[in-house]
């Protein structure tokens, strides 16, 4: 056996076949490489409009149009006239987003994750809105009274408005911010995308609500094309 | 010397399967590790046909089409209960009409002969204005076709007499035999726009509602507005409802019968610049989507707070959208295009109210000039372009795949495309001649 197998690897020696695995080996190196020093989301900005493959669910939910999906700035007063290229959240109106995170490359671990959201207007000064991860399951048909509404499916938030702590939505708040000027604002998310991504808990997006009543933040929503830049920024290293 | 060689040619060979198994181990890792980092992504936007670039395949023909002649066509619609193929059309100035062709389909769908031809009816007022079918629809239980028609001279307006006179809403009765008899009409007076080159309609799913096009807020304010037309749900014609009313002569109180027609103006998204109603997705409870101006707009009448959602469409021009629910009520879907454009959207709705996120395609080489026309057995899309038929492949739950190609067609702007499920036949009306490209 041992003299066959000296015979067969003096045969691939000789037949150049040391040349081959090493141009196999630098190649899959350089593929490695190049794939592990990639940043997420690389060259694909998440913004500039609506950047559908990767928020691939969306939805407002407003208690003033329980059934309605985008019913997100208020057009006309009292008119119950609604539109959805800017989308504002008050104490009864909320924004809920879920991006699709399945390209980030497996065996990583998340270093940072930051999420940018383009603030329209807002009132009063310093208003404060806070970022949630929602806990349930939503899809078509989300909003203020369903999480989903579809022929097959027709479910109801715990509470209207996916206002449930601890079955809509996560009891403590992933991050806040005081609004003092419009502008692009940024929001450190890492322990929400880090829990996705390790597969610690099931990715439902955020829910981003007011507390404070009167108060509105308004943001351009990412289906505005030429305003909206709504990006996640997620870093990750070889782990 | 032989021996020599024939060694060199055993190395020569092996060097040969090496390098072979070496390239394809390097790219199945190269392939395996790259789909690692980059999964396909649910696809959202595309250009069709991918990769962006590639030229749209255009082909003399695809299995099922069938091409009828019918000048200047409009629209078209297709019955499988009374096996007929009705195209709609444009009439040409002082001509007496022809506005609509009405072909009998033998069993496996194919036209059995000439088509019957017919005028529709319009008021003398009217005079010789060009006139145009903009849509069609039949009645889903009753024996029974809607036309929608409108004008077609910008010397009518619509404070004019004829407007007052105009009916736009024609009904037909159908017999067994597929033949169309005229029997009512309606959707008369200001509350109509003219001159509108689109338009379509929908029965509601309580028949109790015809949702109609090109609807304006009386008078002054002249706000484009959607809305629909009372029906009878027994007999499928036109509802009428009573009213006081003071008699402008004695100025005694008298009942007057009126058609019954509801509208909700689009407010400040479209004031009196597009034509309104291109489609409309209704839910069973009296909700419904439709065009706004550059937006996709969801009605929700019962609840004052959140009446109307205007849903902003991304890239879109000023260029008004067509909406065509997906024909199995149960798959809450529908589909989208601005017309004039290569834009193609597929929208989830939840019971006639839009959600979700749009799927968009620019479809290479599109131009379109007609609804999107599903085709659930074959699992494709078909919009009219200008001299073509562009076919987009859908999923089965309804989602634009990567699938498209295109059909030569002989007409400047294909406008009538209809399908029918039974036969699996997809029609499209194109001119008797062939047409000269346009200047």
Same mark, same amino acid.
């Given at each position: 056996?041992?003299?066959?197998?000296?015979?067969?690897?003096?045969?691939?020696?000789?037949?150049?076949?040391?040349?081959?695995?090493?141009?196999?080996?630098?190649?899959?190196?350089?593929?490695?490489?190049?794939?592990?020093?990639?940043?997420?989301?690389?060259?694909?900005?998440?913004?500039?409009?609506?950047?559908?493959?990767?928020?691939?669910? *969306?939805?407002?939910?407003?208690?003033?149009?329980?059934?309605?999906?985008?019913?997100?700035?208020?057009?006309?007063?009292?008119?119950?006239?609604?539109?959805?290229?800017?989308?504002?959240?008050?104490?009864?109106?909320?924004?809920?987003?879920?991006?699709?995170?399945?390209?980030?490359?497996?065996?990583?671990?998340?270093?940072?994750?930051?999420?940018?959201?383009?603030?329209?207007?807002?009132?009063?000064?310093?208003?404060?809105?806070?970022?949630?991860?929602?806990?349930?399951?939503?899809?078509?048909?989300?909003?203020?009274?369903?999480?989903?509404?579809?022929?097959?499916?027709?479910?109801?938030?715990?509470?209207?408005?996916?206002?449930?702590?601890?079955?809509?939505?996560?009891?403590?708040?992933?991050?806040?911010?005081?609004?003092?000027?419009?502008?692009?604002?940024?929001?450190?998310?890492?322990?929400?995308?880090?829990?996705? *991504?390790?597969?610690?808990?099931?990715?439902?997006?955020?829910?981003?609500?007011?507390?404070?009543?009167?108060?509105?933040?308004?943001?351009?929503?990412?289906?505005?094309?030429?305003?909206?830049?709504?990006?996640?920024?997620?870093?990750?290293?070889?782990? | 010397?032989?021996?020599?060689?024939?060694?060199?040619?055993?190395?020569?060979?092996?060097?040969?399967?090496?390098?072979?198994?070496?390239?394809?181990?390097?790219?199945?890792?190269?392939?395996?590790?790259?789909?690692?980092?980059?999964?396909?992504?649910?696809?959202?936007?595309?250009?069709?046909?991918?990769?962006?670039?590639?030229?749209?395949?255009?082909? /003399?023909?695809?299995?099922?089409?069938?091409?009828?002649?019918?000048?200047?066509?409009?629209?078209?619609?297709?019955?499988?209960?009374?096996?007929?193929?009705?195209?709609?059309?444009?009439?040409?100035?002082?001509?007496?009409?022809?506005?609509?062709?009405?072909?009998?389909?033998?069993?496996?769908?194919?036209?059995?002969?000439?088509?019957?031809?017919?005028?529709?009816?319009?008021?003398?007022?009217?005079?010789?204005?060009?006139?145009?079918?903009?849509?069609?629809?039949?009645?889903?239980?009753?024996?029974?076709?809607?036309?929608?028609?409108?004008?077609? /001279?910008?010397?009518?307006?619509?404070?004019?007499?004829?407007?007052?006179?105009?009916?736009?809403?024609?009904?037909?009765?159908?017999?067994?035999?597929?033949?169309?008899?005229?029997?009512?009409?309606?959707?008369?007076?200001?509350?109509?726009?003219?001159?509108?080159?689109?338009?379509?309609?929908?029965?509601?799913?309580?028949?109790?509602?015809?949702?109609?096009?090109?609807?304006?807020?009386?008078?002054?304010?002249?706000?484009?507005?959607?809305?629909?037309?009372?029906? /009878?749900?027994?007999?499928?014609?036109?509802?009428?409802?009573?009213?006081?009313?003071?008699?402008?002569?004695?100025?005694?109180?008298?009942?007057?019968?009126?058609?019954?027609?509801?509208?909700?103006?689009?407010?400040?998204?479209?004031?009196?610049?597009?034509?309104?109603?291109?489609?409309?997705?209704?839910?069973?409870?009296?909700?419904?989507?439709?065009?706004?101006?550059?937006?996709?707009?969801?009605?929700?009448?019962?609840?004052?707070?959140?009446?109307?959602?205007?849903?902003?469409?991304?890239?879109?021009?000023?260029?008004?959208?067509?909406?065509?629910?997906?024909?199995?009520?149960?798959?809450?879907?529908?589909?989208?295009?601005?017309?004039?454009?290569?834009?193609?959207?597929?929208?989830?709705?939840?019971?006639?109210?839009?959600?979700?996120?749009?799927?968009?395609?620019?479809?290479?080489?599109?131009?379109?000039?007609?609804?999107?026309?599903?085709?659930?057995?074959?699992?494709?899309?078909?919009?009219?372009?200008?001299?073509?038929?562009?076919?987009?492949?859908?999923?089965?739950?309804?989602?634009?795949?990567?699938?498209?190609?295109?059909?030569?067609?002989?007409?400047?702007?294909?406008?009538?495309?209809?399908?029918? /499920?039974?036969?699996?036949?997809?029609?499209?009306?194109?001119?008797?001649?062939?047409?000269?490209?346009?200047?």
């Amino acid at each position: 056996v041992i003299a066959k197998a000296a015979r067969l690897i003096k045969s691939f020696t000789r037949s150049g076949g040391l040349m081959v695995v090493a141009f196999v080996a630098v190649t899959l190196c350089a593929c490695m490489v190049y794939a592990r020093t990639r940043s997420f989301p690389d060259d694909v900005t998440l913004g500039r409009g609506l950047a559908p493959d990767f928020i691939d669910r *969306y939805a407002v939910l407003t208690e003033e149009a329980p059934t309605a999906s985008h019913a997100a700035w208020e057009t006309v007063a009292n008119g119950g006239v609604w539109a959805s290229h800017i989308a504002a959240i008050a104490n009864n109106r909320s924004i809920l987003i879920h991006y699709d995170l399945s390209s980030l490359p497996k065996g990583m671990r998340i270093t940072n994750a930051e999420l940018v959201l383009p603030v329209y207007t807002y009132s009063p000064t310093d208003v404060r809105f806070f970022v949630y991860r929602v806990l349930a399951d939503w899809g078509n048909g989300a909003s203020y009274k369903y999480r989903f509404n579809t022929p097959e499916k027709k479910v109801e938030w715990s509470s209207p408005g996916a206002r449930g702590g601890s079955t809509d939505r996560a009891t403590g708040s992933t991050a806040s911010y005081r609004v003092k000027a419009a502008g692009p604002v940024t929001l450190n998310v890492t322990s929400d995308v880090e829990m996705w *991504y390790t597969k610690a808990a099931p990715n439902n997006g955020w829910m981003f609500t007011v507390e404070e009543p009167g108060a509105i933040v308004g943001f351009y929503s990412h289906t505005y094309v030429g305003y909206a830049s709504w990006v996640l920024r997620v870093t990750y290293e070889p782990e | 010397v032989n021996n020599r060689l024939a060694l060199r040619s055993v190395g020569l060979m092996r060097l040969l399967r090496c390098a072979a198994l070496a390239l394809v181990a390097t790219a199945g890792a190269t392939l395996a590790y790259a789909a690692d980092v980059v999964p396909a992504r649910a696809m959202q936007y595309v250009t069709l046909p991918e990769p962006a670039g590639t030229p749209m395949a255009i082909l /003399d023909t695809t299995p099922g089409l069938i091409r009828v002649a019918v000048p200047r066509a409009t629209c078209a619609a297709v019955s499988d209960q009374f096996n007929i193929l009705v195209v709609g059309s444009q009439s040409l100035k002082g001509s007496e009409g022809k506005e609509l062709y009405v072909f009998k389909l033998g069993p496996n769908g194919e036209p059995t002969g000439a088509p019957e031809i017919l005028n529709t009816p319009k008021v003398p007022e009217v005079g010789d204005s060009p006139n145009q079918v903009l849509s069609l629809k039949f009645h889903p239980k009753l024996p029974l076709l809607y036309v929608w028609q409108d004008t077609d /001279d910008k010397k009518i307006k619509r404070a004019d007499a004829v407007n007052e006179k105009y009916a736009h809403l024609l009904i037909y009765s159908v017999d067994a035999a597929g033949k169309l008899t005229f029997v009512a009409q309606g959707a008369v007076g200001m509350r109509f726009d003219m001159n509108n080159i689109w338009g379509d309609m929908a029965v509601g799913p309580q028949l109790d509602k015809l949702y109609v096009p090109n609807l304006r807020t009386p008078a002054k304010s002249n706000f484009t507005a959607v809305g629909y037309i009372g029906l /009878d749900p027994k007999t499928g014609l036109i509802a009428m409802e009573e009213s006081e009313e003071k008699d402008p002569t004695t100025k005694a109180p008298v009942i007057v019968k009126r058609e019954k027609v509801k509208l909700w103006p689009l407010g400040g998204y479209g004031a009196d610049s597009i034509p309104t109603g291109l489609g409309y997705v209704v839910g069973s409870e009296g909700t419904f989507t439709t065009n706004g101006y550059t937006t996709i707009s969801s009605f929700d009448p019962e609840n004052r707070q959140g009446w109307h959602v205007a849903y902003s469409m991304p890239y879109v021009s000023s260029s008004p959208i067509h909406i065509s629910p997906h024909p199995n009520p149960k798959n809450w879907r529908f589909y989208a295009v601005t017309l004039g454009s290569a834009w193609v959207y597929s929208m989830p709705h939840a019971d006639g109210q839009i959600t979700g996120v749009p799927q968009i395609a620019n479809v290479t080489g599109l131009t379109a000039y007609s609804p999107c026309v599903i085709m659930p057995k074959r699992n494709q899309l078909a919009v009219g372009g200008g001299s073509m038929l562009c076919v987009v492949g859908l999923n089965p739950e309804g989602m634009l795949t990567k699938e498209a190609f295109a059909v030569k067609i002989n007409s400047l702007t294909v406008r009538a495309v209809a399908y029918s /499920d039974r036969a699996d036949k997809l029609f499209v009306a194109e001119n008797p001649k062939p047409e000269a490209p346009a200047k």
